[in-house]
């Protein structure tokens, strides 16, 4: 008797993100810690109690309470109020130096791997030259030789400065990835059928390039919110009356340390969980990402 094996039942593909939350529960949490700095970010005229640049006298250092839930400063400004706002604030720089940065990475990384020989030489060159200045010192150099550039209350050239150093680390990582693509038979395939260098790049090696490009994305994001905060407590970053998590920190908060600690700890606590999300977020994007951690 011959059995005959009964049709299977169609297998469901799951939700990539109701499977993103069940391998990796610490990455959903920061997630939710994210979108949650988001909403408050885009809504913060609607979340926040007081308006962050209205001056009460009457107010000053006063402590936290009911009215003000995380205190006022010197100049009786709400800091809740402020940190909401300053949210905005760090996930623009943030988001926009972390993409141009790791955009302009993936390309000099990708063009290296991709020509080789003299070019990869000469590119790397450059690139173990700027790798060799801390991040800090070299958004410093930068933002000190670009100057202020304000629009809409936010510095360009202060974008720029946190973007240029996230550059060559993200090149060396897409370079690698790039150079096991590079002789793949697809690629010599490619060559082969009289494909322009671009098309190759963009069409055939990009796609394979996109999970490393994300995941240094998402974990620069939190080093530019921290470059962001540093430049700004040392007076080159964002200037008042904007409010930002590091020029909270820095003036009269240090003035008044002793006589009101909430000035320094709210907007310390706010910087800390936001870069502690984005870097976790970035360890379980690679984990849930690359094959390699995948059981």
């Known amino acids: 008797m011959v059995s005959v094996p009964l049709p299977s039942a169609p297998v469901r593909s799951q939700n990539p993100l109701l499977q ?39 107010s000053m250092l006063s402590r936290p309470g ?31 130096s972390s993409f141009i940065g790791s955009t302009a990475g993936a390309i000099v990384g990708a063009t290296s791997a991709y020509f080789g020989g003299k070019v990869d ?12 200045f801390p991040l800090i010192v070299l958004a410093l150099v930068v933002v000190a030789v670009l100057g202020k ?9 202060l974008i720029f400065a946190i973007a240029i150093p996230i550059i060559p680390n993200v090149s060396r990582i897409v370079r690698a990835a790039a150079l096991s693509v590079r002789n793949m038979p697809y690629i010599d395939a490619a060559r082969a059928a009289g494909y322009s ?16 490009y994300l995941i240094m994305l998402t974990a620069y ?13 040392l007076g080159l970053g964002v200037t008042e009356p904007t409010p930002a998590w590091g020029l909270m920190l820095s003036g009269n908060a240090s003035d008044f340390f002793r006589e009101a600690p909430w000035m320094i700890l709210f907007p310390g606590v706010a910087i800390s969980i936001s870069v502690f999300s984005f870097s976790l977020f970035g360890d379980a994007l690679r984990d849930w990402l690359d094959p390699k951690f995948k059981v």
């Open 20 to 58: 993103f939350c069940r391998q990796q529960p610490l990455g959903a949490l920061s997630l939710v810690m994210i979108l949650t700095m988001v909403f408050s970010g885009i809504f913060a005229e609607l979340v926040a109690p007081y308006d962050p640049l209205t001056i009460d006298f009457g």
């Open 66 to 96: 009911w009215e003000h839930w995380a205190g006022t400063d010197a100049f009786g400004r709400d800091i809740f109020s402020r940190m909401i706002y300053g949210a905005r604030t760090a996930l623009v720089i943030g988001f926009l």
């Open 121 to 132: 030489a000469i590119i790397q060159r450059f690139v173990d030259m700027m790798l060799s």
């Open 149 to 157: 550039s304000p629009v809409f209350g936010i510095d360009v050239n």
């Open 197 to 212: 260098h671009l098309r190759i790049v963009c069409r055939h090696m990009a796609p394979n390039l996109a999970a490393p």
């Open 221 to 233: 994001i939190a080093q530019a919110i921290l470059l962001e905060a540093s430049l700004s407590f």
